[in-house]
Structures are given as C-alpha cells and as structure tokens.
C-alpha cells in the first residue's frame, strides 16, 4: 500500500464513514376524540414522480420520505426529522409500497405506537450539501 506522507491520516477517514444513519424511533400517537395522531407528513411511494422528491439525491428513489413534522407533536418529541426515508412501520417493509400503501400502514387504527426504522443524511452528508448550495 502505497502512503503519502505528506497528507494526515485523518484526511481519508471521512470517505470511508456512511453517508446515511439508520435510526429506530418509537412514536407514540396523539388522541385528539376518535383520531390518533402521528404529528408527520409523508410523501413519495412507488406510484409517485420521484422527480418531484427533493430528497431523492438522483431522483429515481420512490422511496417514503417524511416531508412535515408538526413541531411539539409525537413525531418530532421522538427524534422523528424531515427528509428521514421510512424503512420499515412495526416490522413491515416499506422500500416498494405506494404512497397510499405507507399512509394506511401509519395511520392503522389499532396500533398506537408506531415503530420506524428510518434513514437519514448523516452530519457531514448534510453539512457538505449545504456548502455546495
């Protein structure tokens, strides 16, 4: 392996970390009367223009992406951001649902807790896009 010593080690350590976190977040819903409420939007779905997603980097990604988060409402107390892409709900694999599909998986009226696996631009993803706008 070849080394120039000219640079610092430390120089390359930030190619090899991910781009993207996983994150598990546990939302517990809202009752307001007979509705239970999530306090998130959500766009994209298989049957969506991803061109129209602004967080899809090469917009081809029919992912679910969470597009609001209503401030002080369960999503946001916990850790629930906008641009997080929805990966799983309770267990259920969300990577090839329509958008309807994801909204009644969220919305099901039984379940009041709802257990995300989402991903998420990291820190440096984040920060590096920010300085190239």
Known sequence: MLCDSSVPPTAFRSVS???????????????QGDNLILGFSIGGG??????????????TDKGIYVTRVTEGGPAEIA??????????VNGWDMTMVTHDQ??????????????????RQSLQKAVQQSMMS
């Open 46 to 59: 298989i049957d969506q223009d991803p061109t129209q997603n602004p967080f899809s980097e090469d917009k």
């Open 102 to 119: 994801a909204r009644k998986r969220l919305t099901k009226r039984n379940e009041e807790v709802v257990r995300l696996l989402v991903t």
């Open 79 to 88: 850790g629930l951001q906008i641009g997080d892409k929805i990966m799983q």
């Open 17 to 31: 970390q991910p781009s993207y976190l996983q994150q598990r977040i546990e939302i517990h819903k809202l009752r």
